[in-house]
């Protein structure tokens, strides 16, 4: 796919966050240097060498604690402002960058240019090397130089899996400097699902519950999008529970990227989380 138009947004911020420590050049800064870019949402993308890592299935539980710390503390310290659409502007997650995929040891895409783990939104683990966060490479390498217009990487992912990803020209985005992206990757039927609409059911089409909108505070929660549910949606919150959305863990934080649903019921996000953890 050609992708939304990618830049970076801020290159060299200098952050400790907590838990997390430092290794290298990180150590000697006393420091992480993290670039902050956006390719469809805004991520903190991190060299893993100065966390003493490698990105490898079997150090994913330390990645992602370590992930997971960093987007907490740019979200805490740095709010980005996107120039066309407000709901964006926020912090989705962070890349840990592996620029040495050569001599990874498990052996796995030694062939690519790269190799990431992408985490994201509540601390999730992306399977695939990240669309959006490719694209979001992709522009901070262009802007410091390190890709030009033309040329191609491979971005592999924690399991070896790789995305295939190019930029195609450069253009603005507001008053940034910006990439045009596209990505390629492979993608596979695993099921068909069908859904029934019971003439019975007085919600079958499916209910509103806020007009798309900036954001609202709904007893301390911040909400930023509508919440739909429709025919064949797995949602706990039935009419008789919707008193407890704004507790939902989801409708406190605006960390979903342009196209997702926010404020979804927690055992609800859990299933999500796990259908994507297979997807």
Known sequence: FVNVPSYLHAEGLVMRPRGVRLFGAAAERKGL???????????????????GMRVVPEQVEQLTRAGAAITEALRRDHTP?????????????????????????DGLARDATVRNV???AEAEVDRSPCGSGTSALLAARHALGASQVGDT?????ITGESFVARVEDTTTLGEHEAVVTSVEGSGYVTGHARFVL????????????RERGGPHEVNGAHITRQ???????????????????????????????????????????ALRASRSARA
């Open 227 to 269: 919440l739909v549910y429709g025919p064949g949606w797995p949602c706990s919150g039935s009419p008789s529970r919707m008193s407890s959305f704004p507790s939902t863990r989801a409708s406190r934080s605006a960390t979903s990227p342009a196209g997702e649903l926010q404020g979804v019921p927690s055992s609800t996000s």
């Open 118 to 120: 992408t985490v994201f």
């Open 81 to 105: 402002e996107h120039p066309l659409d407000e709901s964006l502007d926020h912090v989705y997650g962070t890349i840990l960058v592996d620029s040495d995929p050569g001599t990874s040891p």
């Open 33 to 51: 240097s993290v670039q902050l870019a956006f390719g469809g949402a805004y991520y903190g993308i991190v060299d893993v060498a100065e966390l």
């Open 153 to 157: 990487i491979v971005n592999a992912s």
């Open 198 to 209: 019971d003439e019975r059911d007085p919600l079958g089409n499916g209910f509103l519950l």
